[in-house]
């Protein structure tokens, strides 16, 4: 198994800076979404839904629909992406390049998806919510600014399942809801 990390270097400050390899976020991305976020131990009284307002359910509810209906489309036009990464990666022998964001927008989209991820064990629901609407944001000003055909959509699309799966995954297991029938 190779390193996730593509070079470790100190800083200016003294401190450690760990450079992510374009293969091992592959891999973070994958595990992700082949594997769901760990789920706390729930008691019986606690199965209840957890109070939120009904701004956040909707905010929640539609940044999962957002993800669904720009995969549903980028499918439609034939522009679903079958190949399997990590594959091609090592076919490549491609290990050590460090992590590349093409766009900010998507750069903000996928630090949201790994802070989210960051925290998911200790962070309370009100610190998930405030993550959640920062991740939903930053996903609608990604698909908001690029059109579905474009270049830029590919590597958008790309990022939206593991979106999908962590807000499907904060809605109902983290905070005991059900997803809205339609939209």
């Given at each position: 198994m190779q390193p996730i990390w593509s070079s470790i270097r100190t800083n200016d400050d003294g401190w450690l800076e760990?450079?992510?390899?374009?293969?091992?976020?592959?891999?973070?991305?994958?595990?992700?979404?082949?594997q769901?976020?760990?789920?706390?131990?729930?008691?019986?009284?606690?199965?209840?839904?957890l109070p939120i307002s009904v701004?956040?359910?909707?905010?929640?509810?539609?940044?999962?629909?957002?993800?669904?209906r720009w995969q549903n489309l980028h499918h439609q036009m034939g522009l679903w992406e079958t190949h399997d990464q990590i594959a091609?990666?090592?076919?490549?022998?491609?290990f050590s390049t460090g992590f590349q964001v093409p766009s900010p927008h998507l750069?903000?989209?996928i630090h949201g998806l790994l802070d989210i991820c960051d925290r998911w064990d200790e962070a309370?629901?009100?610190?998930?919510?405030q993550q959640a609407n920062q991740l939903i944001q930053a996903l609608e000003q990604c698909t908001a600014i690029t059109r579905p055909a474009s270049p830029a959509a590919k590597e958008i699309n790309?990022?939206?399942?593991?979106?999908?799966i962590v807000l499907k995954q904060l809605l109902h297991e983290r905070l005991s809801y059900h997803m809205a029938a339609h939209f």
């Open positions: 760990f450079v992510i390899s374009q293969y091992g976020i592959e891999q973070w991305r994958q595990r992700l979404i082949q769901s976020l760990p789920t706390l131990e729930v008691t019986s009284e606690h199965k209840l839904p701004e956040n359910l909707w905010k929640l509810q539609s940044g999962y629909e957002l993800c669904c091609s990666m090592e076919a490549n022998n491609v750069h903000t989209l309370k629901p009100p610190q998930l919510l790309h990022w939206l399942a593991p979106t999908q």
